[in-house]
């Protein structure tokens, strides 16, 4: 019996890995909400980064899996799901997969930024999730991934919220056989 991780799990997975991120980074650290609610707070800063990771490495390996068996990405994959600093080019959602998986250590940070959308990543043909072209404030959270291949270090770096809409965008494509 051939068998694949449910894509709904993988959905609820990264909604739950940037729910997680946005609370622990928007709200506990940038804008303060909880501040309110220390308990919350408290548990969220001394468990999110270790909670985030293993949501991460989770997707990776169910999407990898899923890939191997019906090359999922073979179509849908974009080069532009992260940057490895021994290639100096954008990745897709596959090589973002495999740093993740092998890496040797997960760092997880934010920061307050602009994100620009032109037509080229601004289009889509679904109504209503087409982006207008232009410049929007964001908090981007962003993911270092590191380790060794051959003897060489390498770097890989992404932002969480696009990697989670690439993820979710191939997904979306993603028809099982009967």
Known sequence: MKYLPGLGKIVEESLEMVSLANTLFVSCDSQK???????????????????????????????RFLDDQCQLLNEYDRKNSGKVSTQKVEVGLREAFNKIIHSESIEIFSRPTKVTVSREYGDSSEPGLRIPEGVYKSHSI????????????????????????????VISHFKPDA
């Open 33 to 63: 909400t909880l501040s309110t609610h220390p308990y919350t707070e408290k548990f969220i800063s001394q468990n999110g980064h270790k909670l985030i990771i293993e949501k991460l490495l989770s997707i990776a390996i169910k999407m």
């Open 142 to 169: 962003f993911i270092e991934a590191k380790g060794v291949k051959g003897g060489a270090e390498w770097t890989f770096n992404t932002e969480l919220f696009h990697l989670s809409n690439e993820i979710f965008r």
